[in-house]
Every structure is written in C-alpha cells, then in structure tokens.
C-alpha cells in the first residue's frame, strides 16, 4: 500500500470513531435521566402507598415499619437509602433487603429474617419494587400463597411455630391444599401415603427440634420410623417437601418404583426444596419401615446406595 493509501486509511478509521459520537452520549445521558425520572415516579407511588395506609405503615427511625395481617414488618432504611446512592460501592448487593418479621402487633429481640423475592424485570425502577415489597407485605396472606415466596412462609412457620397463631388458618389451608390435614388436637400433620399408610408428623414434642415420622394403618397404633428429622433431613421443617416425599412410600422405596420418586420429586423447582429423597437416603428409616412393608425387607442397604446418587 502506498504511503497515501495508509493516509487514507487512518482518515478513514479517524472519521468512523467521530460518528456518530455526539449522538451516542446524548443517547446515553438521556437513558440515564430516565432512569433517575422512573425512580422520581417509584418514589411518589410510595409515598402515597404510606399515606394511603398511615395507620399501617409509617417510617420509624431506623425502618419502614409495616402491620400486616399475619405479622409485623421492618424494613431497614439506611441499607435501601445505600443500595440507591451506591450499587457498586464495597460490600454492596444488588439483591432485594432483607427483612425483620415479628410477632403481629409487638417487637420482639428474636425475631426471624425474610427474604421477599422480587418478580419485577430489569426494566422496573428500584424505587417500584420497594414500593411493591410495602404493599405485598401490607397484603401478607397473598404473598404467603405466592409458591415463590418460600423465604417468607419459612420466617412465619420458624416465629410461631404450630401452635394457634395468626398463620394458623392459612397454614391449614396450605396443608389441605397438599392432601393433608393439620390436626392441633393430636399435635400432628396427617396425610395419606401409599398400600394403606398413613403419615403422621408430630410436633408436640419439646425435645423434638423439627418433626417426629411414625406411620399407621387403618387407624391403628403408631409405628414411630424418625424420632426427629431435624436430625436426618436437611429440609428438616419443610412442611412442602415432607409431605411430597412422605407421601410416595412406601411404594417408592421399593427397587422397582425408585427412579419414578426421584423423577417426581425432581419436577419441583430447586428453590422450593432439595429435590433428592432424602428419607430413602437413611437406613434407619428404610430398615424402620420394612419392618411393617414386606417388599422392603433384606433390599434396605441396598435401596439407599440406589437413591444416594446425584438427582439430575
């Protein structure tokens, strides 16, 4: 190439670079403006939210205090003041703040933490989503429904635990909705499992961290198989998960039927519980079992090695 074509050349790259530059940072300055306007809007929704709800919701010295139906709410205010200034500062968090849950109507020093799982797209200003976190939280039963909203759920069932409390009804109602019936009186959760067993949960136990598993047939006598499964399962308290697991055995502890128990228990989203059957994972449990299902006697080694592989 000659020495004016090499020339040319660099013209030609210099003039490209020039393009369009101006209108690019005009583009990019505008977007940004936007971004702040979005947020002027998300602040007005929510201060209407407050003043709509006064006697509800009111801004404390240090949260964004809430009284909902099934508890009572803090949000901390100088962490999402922080999370608006900086994003990017050190230790920052781009994720959603989480929350103090107390006792409905009073304070309390062991109160549980929540995380409120946003469903809003990139494109929803961050100011929008706290005011969306305020009103959820002011319509408490809805977001308990919500099956993405496990965090919350767990917070609530962890502070009151199964005795009569606010939770209670819609706790029975969950229940029911998985075949399942909460009974206060007998301090248990009853569901119907396979060849004529009948789970039962206990938690009336005060030595009992999580829940007691015994079985029964036709309302006959309990056969305790898991004295606590906070011992054994790591989704220990997850009322969801025992009931789904528990409720495919003892058929599907059998050689025949396992790759159909993880099959099922792999069609449920990771973040509402381990899909992996942990009950047929413990050899206590297969060996306690098989002393009152036939078909599971002398295979109870073996069955657990079956199920420990990785669920795909």
Known sequence: ???????????????????????????????FRDCFEKNEIGLAFLAEIISDNEDRVRIGHNNIIILGNLASYAIPVRLILQMMTNPFRENGSFGMPRIEVHPRGRWVQNNTMACIQSQAGPEVPASDVIASMVLGLLSDEELYRDESQDSFRSSLLILYGLTNSPITDILRDRISSKDA??????????????????????F?????????????????????????????ISDCKNIDKLIAELSLYPRGLMREHQHQTIEHLSRYHENQFNPSPQFAECNAFLNSVGQFFAPLEGTNETASEAFSGEVE
């Open 204 to 232: 009336l136990d005060p030595e009992v961290s999580s829940f007691t598993v015994s079985s029964s047939i036709r309302d006959g006598p309990r056969r305790l198989h898991m004295e606590d499964t906070y011992r054994w």
């Open 181 to 202: 019936i909460l009974d206060m009186n007998y301090g248990e959760i009853r569901f119907k499992g396979t060849h004529g067993f009948t789970w039962h949960l206990g």
């Open 1 to 31: 190439m000659s020495a004016l074509g090499r020339i040319e050349g660099k013209q030609n790259s210099l003039t490209e670079w020039l393009d369009g530059r101006e209108e690019r940072l005009e583009g990019f300055l505008t977007e």
